[in-house]
């Protein structure tokens, strides 16, 4: 392990909720596999310690070396960047989009379903649940869609992420849902929820909900999908949109 640069304070004097896009910008500013020693300290409020500051680390695109540990209220813990995607997350989310796993080209170009032949991008334009092409903190900022992933581990397919994997995002997003309190979630891509829920699963809205949000499953957007046609796509997302305007 290469010696760790040590980040002080990250989080100081602003909410909990600001840590997202404060460390997804940490993250963009590393290379793969350079360690930090980072110690988060946000104001203190309900629910922050030790569980969420490792919670933020994963979602942003680290992975933990050893326990973390506390001093006062401040969370400290080394972490590793990995070749990953950070969260875009923050407070007053309408609609908070949980994929399977970054892609390496994601992850390589920071941004969500960034492969030209995804379809993604174009089904959220053509809802109208974002404006901007390719753009997750204006999706965020501007109308209240945020992005995370189950697993923070890029693969180049899906079925090579293991089921504890699965379960270990599946809590963590959970987590992230209960302290955000997202209008709605919308599971982009089948595999997950029916890995860890339901086994029959069929897309649309789910009768389990989300850390206590409602929860509406979509097929994958990618192009190797080809049972789903952009169409098809956009109605979903619409929908969802809609649970979580009705929610």
Same mark, same amino acid.
């Given at each position: 392990m290469s010696q760790s640069r040590l980040i002080l304070n990250l989080g100081s004097g602003r909410p909990a909720s600001s840590l997202p896009l404060e460390l997804a910008d940490l993250h963009g500013s590393l290379i793969t596999g350079?360690?930090?020693?980072? !110690?988060? @300290?946000? &104001?203190? @409020?309900?629910g922050w310690g030790p569980v969420r500051g490792v919670d933020l680390l994963v979602g942003a695109g680290f992975s933990i070396d050893g326990a973390p540990r506390t001093q006062g209220s401040a969370v400290c813990a080394r972490a590793?960047? =990995? !070749? *990953?995607l950070p969260d875009t997350v923050g407070p007053?989310?309408?609609? &908070? =989009?949980? $994929?399977?796993?970054? *892609?390496?080209?994601?992850? #390589?170009?920071?941004?969500a379903y960034a492969r030209p032949g995804n379809r993604f991008w174009p089904?959220? +334009? /053509?809802?109208? =649940? /974002?404006?901007?092409?390719r753009d997750p903190r204006h999706a965020l900022r501007s109308h209240g869609l945020g992005m995370t992933d189950l697993v923070r581990r890029t693969t180049r397919r899906a079925d090579q992420v293991d089921l504890s994997e699965f379960q270990a995002g599946f809590a963590?997003? *959970? !987590? +992230?849902? @209960?302290? &955000?309190?997202?209008?709605?979630?919308?599971?982009?891509? &089948?595999? $997950?929820?029916?890995?860890?829920?339901? !086994?029959?699963? %069929?897309? $649309?809205? %789910? %009768?389990?909900?989300?850390?206590?949000?409602?929860v509406y499953v979509m097929p994958h957007t990618s192009g190797l999908n080809a049972h789903s046609r952009l169409? #098809? +796509?956009?109605?979903?997302?619409?929908?969802?949109?809609?649970?979580?305007?009705?929610?």
């Open positions: 350079e360690c930090i020693s980072c !110690r988060l @300290e946000p &104001l203190l @409020e309900e590793v960047r =990995i !070749r *990953s007053g989310m309408r609609l &908070l =989009i949980v $994929g399977l796993n970054p *892609s390496p080209y994601s992850a #390589d170009h920071g941004v089904a959220v +334009l /053509a809802a109208g =649940i /974002a404006s901007i092409d963590r997003v *959970s !987590r +992230l849902v @209960e302290w &955000l309190c997202p209008k709605a979630v919308c599971f982009v891509g &089948l595999g $997950g929820w029916r890995a860890v829920v339901e !086994r029959k699963a %069929q897309a $649309g809205v %789910q %009768q389990r909900m989300l850390g206590g949000r409602p169409a #098809d +796509l956009t109605a979903h997302l619409a929908a969802a949109a809609t649970l979580a305007d009705k929610s």
